[in-house]
């Protein structure tokens, strides 16, 4: 079995464990080989009680779990309670012991910290919640942080920004360890609804941009994303607000921090993205669904903000449907049977 240790301490996220857990354990049950088998790990073996009040059991210390042969995967927890765990030199000198002979080790959420103060991360890039970045640079500049990812691989080292991208992180590491096919099956079962590629942005276009105070504007930032085939042109968009389309111009974007058509075009892109990656549309089909019209449209936005195009993006990050359509019933989805066979 392949070995995993998630390492726990007081004040950790449950959803930091609960979610890379689920992944692994959905894994084994459908069948891969070899599975994973878990275990959470605690400084002295005692249990460990979560931020939001529940605790979790621990299956080994830190010490123990290096006796009994060490893992394949170290995966370090977030939470406030790392403020803790990085000024105790025995946790730091545990997780450093167990990083020296694990094949790979990596953090979620805000572990990347307690890497940061094990030294672990020296010399890699690295990304953790979008709260701390700033902080993970200042205290460890050995370390270059990508601030704006779901999750960062730097050869055996692999971080992951908050929460929810745990579970992004270990469906990356299941297809590393069983193929891009296992990971969707997985996550089809977890009801994920697609593996964001690492190179994602922490935050969709909408949470980027700064909601707008004008009840008008606002109320057309909420209505965007439902019709990004209309005729989305600065006229036709002040029209909706009920402005000028100069006042609207300036009205946007001082209250949002972009231009109208930068807004627009960062919406289709992304639009464009879930569609390359969950369905198999030719570019052209995805160019005029997400309204860009014409497939060079979409090349060029394309180019400005994910620095590739539309069919290399869908090479890399495409589900098996999206890429081999044809192929589809034969690599099969996973079923009831398959779990109790």
């Known amino acids: 079995m ?4 998630f390492v726990a301490f007081d004040g950790f996220h449950l959803l930091d464990l609960a979610g890379p857990l689920e992944v692994a354990y959905t894994a084994t049950l459908l069948g891969i080989d070899p599975g994973y088998e878990t275990q959470v790990v605690t400084l002295d073996g005692g249990p460990a009680r979560s931020a939001s009040g529940v605790s979790v059991d621990a299956d080994r210390s830190l010490a123990g779990c290096l006796a009994a042969g ?10 406030l309670g790392t403020d803790a765990v990085v000024a105790e030199p025995r946790f730091l000198d545990g997780v450093r012991a167990l990083a020296a002979g694990a094949r790979r080790t990596a953090s979620v959420c805000t572990g990347a910290l307690v890497l940061g103060a094990a030294g672990l991360l020296d010399g890699y890039q690295a990304t953790t919640h979008w ?29 992951s920004a908050g929460v929810t991208a745990g579970v992004d992180l270990f469906l990356a590491l299941l297809e590393q360890d069983h193929g891009r096919h296992v990971a969707h099956q997985v996550a089809g079962w977890l009801v994920v609804f697609v593996r964001r590629p690492g190179g994602q942005g922490q ?33 036709t968009m002040a029209r909706r607000a009920g402005m000028s ?3 609207f111009a ?24 879930r569609l390359l990656e969950t369905t198999d549309m030719t570019v052209a089909a995805v160019a005029a669904q997400v309204g860009l019209r014409r497939p060079e449209t979409l090349y060029r936005a394309f180019r400005r903000r994910m620095g590739t195009t539309p069919d290399r993006y869908r090479q890399h990050f495409g589900s098996p449907e999206a890429l ?3 192929r589809a019933d034969r690599l099969g989805r996973p079923t009831l049977t398959s779990l109790t066979a």
């Open 2 to 5: 392949h070995r995993i240790a």
């Open 250 to 273: 300036r009205a946007f974007r001082a209250e949002t921090g972009t231009t109208p058509a930068a807004y627009v075009e960062a919406l289709r892109v992304e639009a464009a993205r």
């Open 245 to 247: 389309p100069r006042s």
């Open 70 to 79: 060490g893992v394949d995967t170290l995966v370090v927890l977030g939470g």
């Open 324 to 326: 081999w359509p044809d």
């Open 131 to 159: 709260s701390t970045c700033d902080r993970l640079a200042a205290e460890h500049p050995a370390i270059e942080v990508l601030p704006d990812r779901i999750y960062v691989q730097d050869r055996d080292r692999w971080t």
């Open 203 to 235: 935050f969709s276009a909408q949470l980027l941009a700064q909601p707008a105070g004008t009840p008008s504007i606002g109320e057309l930032q909420r209505w965007l994303p439902d019709h990004l085939a209309d005729d989305l042109t600065v006229t």
